[in-house]
């Protein structure tokens, strides 16, 4: 279906949002809603990176519905989804593509490989090697790859939804500071409440998938639409030296030694348009930047080993990042 109305009426420069634009959201995370129970947090997470143009990182143990919400989530409007199951002994042309002899014309032929498609789902991405990670890294930032000395676009909208048991688990290749610094946010699932659980059992009583039967609700070109109008929601200066005041600290604290990057600040302020956005506003509030810090920015730090605990990476990065969170002033 095409809503041509809201395409027509969202082109252009970005006033206000709209009532078609919000009730399209409506739906879309009420499409998602159906599959992930009492995830509502987590639908939003997902949407923010897909309208901030970035790539998300979903980090939990097996069978919390992390390779779900991506099929949801790619079932949700009319675009091309592929999914990879990384694994060991998968290849770089595995997911790019490789180019192939052609007798009858004497010429190489490029064959894409999965990673063309508007949704990626790198399942469990940290179970293949470095060098097949690597094959991500242009695709990720560029939004293109190159075969051979020839670089080839890829569909747009474009995104990678990358799943990764913790690194503690056996079998694992913990993904390098470059590539976590691709994806715009890192999240967890976490175990469903109780009352969730048993709408999950009810609803997998039959047998059936779930993620399967969402159906569209909106055209890739709306995505991409709705993408753009995201990139026109204002930032006031304050925020902007709020951000910077807690990069400024990760990269001065004695617990750390590697602060945010100034990709990683950039990402904080496109996520804190794209949940503008999504909240039927044209412009940031302080909430909108606070809220995002932790995802944004803890995967982006390596705590210093003098500092190390018993307790995972990904934990001793949230509390130091905590503390400087609560000890910088929120502008008003």
């Known amino acids: 279906m095409k809503h041509a109305s809201f395409v027509t009426e969202a082109i252009g420069i970005f006033n206000s949002m709209t009532t078609a634009t919000a009730n399209l959201i409506a739906q879309l995370q009420a499409s998602i809603g159906r599959v992930i129970r009492g995830k509502d947090e987590v639908i939003r997470l997902s949407?923010?990176?897909?309208?901030?143009?970035?790539?998300?990182?979903?980090?939990?143990?097996?069978?919390?519905?992390?390779?779900?919400?991506?099929?949801a989530l790619a079932n949700s409007f009319h675009c091309t989804f592929h999914r990879i199951q990384f694994t060991s002994d998968l290849l770089p042309s595995d997911v790019v593509g490789t180019s192939v002899f052609n007798q009858i014309e004497q010429r190489f032929d490029f064959k894409p490989g999965p990673v063309f498609a508007n949704i990626i789902l790198a399942d469990e991405i940290n179970r293949t090697t470095p060098k097949t990670q690597s094959a991500l890294l242009e695709a990720m930032n560029e939004a293109q790859v190159t075969v051979d000395n020839h670089t080839y676009k890829l569909p747009q909208p474009f995104m990678v939804l990358a799943t990764q048991n913790p690194v503690e688990h056996h079998g694992t290749y913990p993904l390098p500071e470059s590539q976590l610094d691709r994806f715009l946010?890192?999240?967890?699932?976490?175990?469903?409440?109780?009352?969730?659980?048993?709408?999950?059992?009810?609803?997998?009583?039959?047998?059936?998938?779930?993620?399967?039967?969402?159906?569209?609700?909106?055209?890739?070109?709306?995505?991409?639409?709705?993408?753009?109008?995201?990139?026109?929601?204002?930032?006031?200066?304050?925020?902007?030296?709020?951000?910077?005041?807690?990069?400024?600290?990760?990269?001065?604290?004695?617990?750390?030694?590697?602060?945010?990057?100034?990709?990683?600040?950039?990402?904080?302020?496109?996520?804190?348009?794209?949940?503008?956005?999504?909240?039927?506003?044209?412009?940031?509030?302080?909430?909108?930047?606070?809220?995002?810090?932790?995802?944004?920015?803890?995967?982006?730090?390596?705590?210093?080993?003098?500092?190390?605990?018993?307790?995972k990476k990904s934990t001793q990065a949230e509390m130091v990042l905590r503390e400087i969170i609560d000890s910088t002033p929120v502008p008003l």
């Open 185 to 311: 946010l890192r999240i967890g699932m976490g175990y469903p409440s109780r009352d969730s659980e048993r709408e999950i059992m009810q609803q997998h009583s039959s047998g059936r998938n779930a993620a399967a039967e969402v159906t569209p609700v909106m055209e890739a070109e709306e995505v991409e639409v709705m993408q753009r109008a995201v990139e026109k929601v204002r930032v006031d200066d304050s925020l902007r030296d709020y951000a910077l005041d807690i990069v400024e600290r990760t990269r001065s604290s004695e617990q750390l030694t590697l602060g945010v990057s100034p990709r990683g600040v950039l990402m904080l302020q496109r996520a804190a348009q794209a949940r503008a956005f999504l909240e039927a506003r044209d412009y940031c509030t302080p909430d909108d930047f606070k809220q995002l810090i932790l995802p944004v920015f803890a995967h982006r730090m390596v705590v210093n080993t003098r500092y190390a605990s018993t307790q």
């Open 47 to 71: 949407l923010v990176a897909l309208l901030a143009k970035g790539h998300l990182l979903i980090e939990d143990v097996p069978g919390v519905g992390k390779t779900t919400l991506a099929q």
